[in-house]
C-alpha cells in the first residue's frame, strides 16, 4: 500500500498546470480532488476564479516519503515548472529535503549550540546552511545596501526624542544618556533635550562597604 503519491493538475481552458505531491497517514490517491484538493495557496486562489482543472491524473505512488518527496523535486526541477508561467508551483522544495549531507550539518550545528559558549566554527556552520548563493552576502551588494541605508537616506535620520519608535527604552537613540539628581539620590536615562535641569550628567556614585 502506498503512503506517498504525486499528481498533476490541469486547466485546458488557460493552460495553467500544477505538480504536486501528497504524503499522510492514510492518505488514498482515489481521494485526489474529491476530499483532497492540494496544500497550495496558489492553486486555491486559482480554483476560486477559474474553477476546478479539466486534468487530473496521479503520475506516481511510493512507499516511502523520503523518496517521493525527491522524485518531486526532481521532476519539477526537470521541468523547470517552478520558474515557468504555466504552472502554479512557486518552489522545486528542494530546501526542505533532508540528505545525509544537511542531517550531519544539523547535528554538528546543534551540538555546538548546546556547549552554550562562542564558538568560531558555529558561523561557519551557519554560512554552509545559508550558502554562498544568498545576494546579501556579495561585498557589492552590502556596500550598496549600506550606502542606501545610510545619513540622510535613512528613515530614522535625525529622529530623536519621543518621536523615536524605541522612545522610552534603554539604548533607543544617540542622545540618551544617564543624568542624576544629588538631592533627591535619583538618576534616569533622559535624552538631552528632555532631562530636568536638576539632574546633573552621569549615574550615582555607589558608596563602597
Known amino acids: 500500500m502506498s503512503v506517498a503519491y504525486t499528481y498533476r493538475v490541469k486547466w485546458s481552458a488557460t493552460g495553467m498546470s500544477y505538480y504536486g505531491i501528497r504524503y499522510a497517514k492514510g492518505c488514498n490517491p482515489s481521494e485526489l480532488w474529491v476530499t483532497y484538493f492540494t496544500s497550495s495557496n496558489y492553486v486555491s486562489a486559482y480554483r476560486k476564479e477559474y474553477g476546478e482543472p479539466d486534468i487530473i491524473q496521479i503520475r506516481k505512488q511510493f512507499n516511502c516519503i523520503k523518496e517521493a518527496r525527491s522524485w518531486e523535486q526532481k521532476v519539477i526541477t526537470k521541468l523547470n515548472a517552478h520558474k515557468r508561467k504555466d504552472y502554479l508551483n512557486k518552489t522545486n522544495n528542494i530546501a526542505i529535503i533532508n540528505t545525509e549531507e544537511t542531517n550531519k550539518k544539523t547535528s554538528e550545528r546543534m551540538k555546538i549550540s548546546r556547549k552554550g ?31 542606501i541605508n545610510s545619513g540622510e537616506n535613512n528613515a530614522m535620520y535625525g529622529v530623536k526624542g519621543s518621536l523615536h519608535p524605541r522612545y522610552g527604552k534603554i539604548g533607543a537613540s ?3 544618556k544617564w543624568y542624576h539628581d544629588p538631592i533627591n539620590n535619583k538618576e534616569f536615562y533622559f535624552f ?4 530636568p535641569n536638576n539632574y546633573l550628567p552621569g549615574r550615582l556614585k555607589k558608596k563602597k562597604g
Open 117 to 147: 559558549v562562542k564558538n568560531p566554527k558555529l558561523s561557519e556552520l551557519n554560512r554552509l546552511k545559508v550558502g554562498d548563493l544568498n545576494p546579501s552576502r556579495k561585498p557589492e551588494v552590502r556596500f550598496k545596501l549600506s550606502i
Open 192 to 195: 538631552e533635550n528632555e532631562k
Open 174 to 176: 544617540t542622545g540618551k
